[in-house]
């Protein structure tokens, strides 16, 4: 559920992509695993409720760029093969 995760699939040949969303508290859906290990693994921080602003914020291991909806309908523009 990263910029990343996308473009790694990607390059596999995939077309069909599964990714999880989650609600921020104050309700714009993210692409994150509901499990609080993934938070907990993937961002530097200990999380499992957080609103949407913070969510932005958070830094991710690796430098990878955690995707909203916002962000994922962008990297899909320029990707229209592709299928969520």
Known sequence: NSLE???ETL????????????WTTDGY???LHKSDMFSNK????EFFQYSYNDF????MI???????LETLAKWLQNH?????
């Open 5 to 7: 995760a996308l473009e």
């Open 56 to 59: 932005n914020n958070f830094k």
């Open 80 to 84: 229209k093969n592709i299928y969520i």
């Open 11 to 22: 390059s596999h040949g995939q077309k069909i992509i599964e990714v999880d969303f989650q």
């Open 42 to 45: 993937l961002f530097e921080v």
């Open 62 to 68: 690796n430098g990878w760029q955690q995707l909203s």
């Open 29 to 31: 859906p993210v692409l």
